[in-house]
């Protein structure tokens, strides 16, 4: 599935072929091959004529940049890779294990899916996004429990205030906008202190990438709107029912 941009494919005569040779754009443009196409190269001792040219691909992780690579044809093969319809997968293993054992004396087949080895390389990733799921769960639940407390009791001892108040003219919005101001401000002093903290992690870790997309500002934007919804929504269930207090049991004297 590697794409050809110039030239030809091997042919599958391979003897045809065993003196030609294949790049990568990487490998042509570290050469400094105008015209690679019909060049002759030496490569261990050996001339070969370059017969294509392929687009440049992932040899290794994506830490790693792409690094030159070329293909030659031979006969004499220590490994395989076989390029298998997911609707037969299990019917051509049985028919290539035999045929190893075959070729083999009978030795057990060795065999690994690509995909498999591709994911191995970034098992840490993996491991660190489902940790990091978890603990933002966790992290948005204990906060908004302690918000949830922190309004309870912040209305509770704000009571003949919101009384007060009710009496002076104030409307149920009114009082909502004022208790939900101080944990507005919170929030907001909050994420002025987390997202540049936020931004600077999160760039040292793309960095040990060679390849990875750029931090766009509504990511942080989003993430700060959505902390605040979520405040808002914590606490309005509390401030809007010390919102609807009724004015003579606040004001009544024990």
Not at 104 to 114: A, E, K, S, T, V
Request: glycine share 6%; proline share 2%; aromatic share 12%.
């Amino acid at each position: 599935g590697i794409e050809i941009v110039a030239g030809r494919d091997f042919s599958d005569d391979l003897e045809k072929d065993k003196d030609n040779i294949i790049f990568n754009q990487m490998a042509i443009e570290q050469m400094g091959l105008e015209d690679p196409i019909g060049q002759t190269v030496q490569l261990w001792g050996s001339n070969r004529t370059i017969i294509g040219v392929v687009n440049d691909f992932h040899l290794e992780s994506l830490y790693k940049d792409i690094k030159p690579a070329f293909f030659r044809s031979s006969s004499r093969r220590m490994n395989a890779v076989v390029k298998i319809e997911t609707s037969k997968t299990m019917e051509m293993l049985k028919t290539i294990e035999t045929y190893y054992k075959e070729q083999h004396n009978g030795l057990p087949l060795d065999y690994q899916f690509m995909d498999d080895v591709y994911n191995q390389l970034y098992v840490s990733e993996q491991r660190v996004s489902t940790l990091s799921k978890y603990f933002a769960v966790v992290a948005i639940l204990i906060s908004c429990l302690g918000l949830f407390g922190l309004a309870a009791f912040t209305a509770e001892m704000r009571l003949k205030e919101i009384g007060i108040r009710k009496i002076l003219g104030s409307a149920n919005s009114q009082i909502v906008v004022l208790l939900s101001k101080e944990y507005t401000k919170m929030v907001l002093i909050a994420n002025v202190i987390g997202l540049p903290i936020g931004y600077y992690l999160i760039s040292l870790w793309l960095d040990n990438f060679a390849f990875k997309f750029e931090l766009s500002w509504w990511f942080f934007i989003g993430s700060g709107v959505l902390t605040l919804l979520v405040a808002w929504f914590t606490v309005g269930f509390q401030t809007f029912k010390a919102a609807k207090v009724n004015v003579l049991e606040t004001l009544r004297s024990e």
